[in-house]
């Protein structure tokens, strides 16, 4: 009788201890994912998975900024340019497909600019909306283009009266995918979050131009200035920021050599955390074949990386492939008409990528002349 109650009692306390256990490993998780919550109040997970709430590192749509249903927020479609071939063919492309997407359900796109940066028109002008502005003075930007950039929205804030609220900075080798919604939420821009921009990489370098006393590094997001959707209002502020740090970042050589072609988007994301403006980062923006697969729940195609396969169907990075398609090709003029489709086994992205050039280019007036 003794054995069997002294099993009963250790039954009773090894309840009461597992109880226990389960108990405080409960408590734990809550206070974790609670402590979580309240340390990084943007995090918003993907669309395609809300689940990776704990993983994803796409950023949350704080509860006081959403707005109400039906409401139309519009926004202007605005891309730097200029008036060499390379840039022209690609406007003409991505112009397209706005057109294609702009009226569809669900888009919230307004009207189109193409802010061209070479301070005289160019035989585009009237089959793209343009605004013409002026470069940086010559040798300022040192044979780095995309400086001109943020000189060229500087321009164009001060230069038009634009009806939207909202402005979209794009790019010309961006083609619509779907018609794009206005991800914008109140105080919060858009924007889409780069792998391989890291400031808290870069700290030594950063806090030449983000003291100490601004805030901590992690102040600063991992975005470029495209693609992003933000009040006018607020580029208005942060532009002429964005020129400067710009501008000096190219002049300090440890800079320039660290963040290379780069170096406007780090300008970009500096420049608006010293404004105190944070991101919505929205992973579904945008994708860059060939690295990503597929442009399900996608809203912008980039098309900054080559794409280089063999026949097998095989990725073959950093070598002229078999088959390959590479903006890069076409320098001088547009790319032909009816592109040959990438081999069986290269991924949807890029086979998508290749028959919506093969549709512009087969649609629009004068392919092989304009661009000249």
Known sequence: ??????????????LVILSIGIFFLTYNFIIMVVHYRDSAPRKWPSSENPSHLLIDPVIEMPEHAKRPKNQRLLFHVALTATAAPYSKWQCRIMYYWYKKRKDLPGSEMGKFTRILHSGNPDNLMDEIPTVVVDPLPEGLDRGYVV????????????????????VLMAEPDHIFLNPLPNLVHEGYPAAFPFFYIKPSENVKIIRKFFPEEMGPITSIDPIGNSPVIIKKDLLEKIAPTWMNVSL?????????????WVLEMYAYAVASALHGVQHILYRDFMLQPPWDLETRNKFILHYTYGCDYNMKGE???GKIGEWRFDKRSYLDGPPPQNLSLPPPGVPESVVTLVKMVNEATANIPNWDTAQK
């Not at 009788?1 to 090894?14: S, Y």
């Open 248 to 260: 000096k970042m190219k002049n300090d050589p440890e800079t320039d050599n660290t963040f290379g």
């Open 1 to 14: 009788m003794l054995g069997k109650k002294n099993m009963r009692q250790a039954v009773l306390l090894f």
């Open 315 to 317: 990725l073959i990075y």
């Open 147 to 166: 400086l001109n950039r943020p000189w060229a929205f500087v321009q164009w804030l001060d230069k038009v009266k634009i009806e939207e609220e909202y």
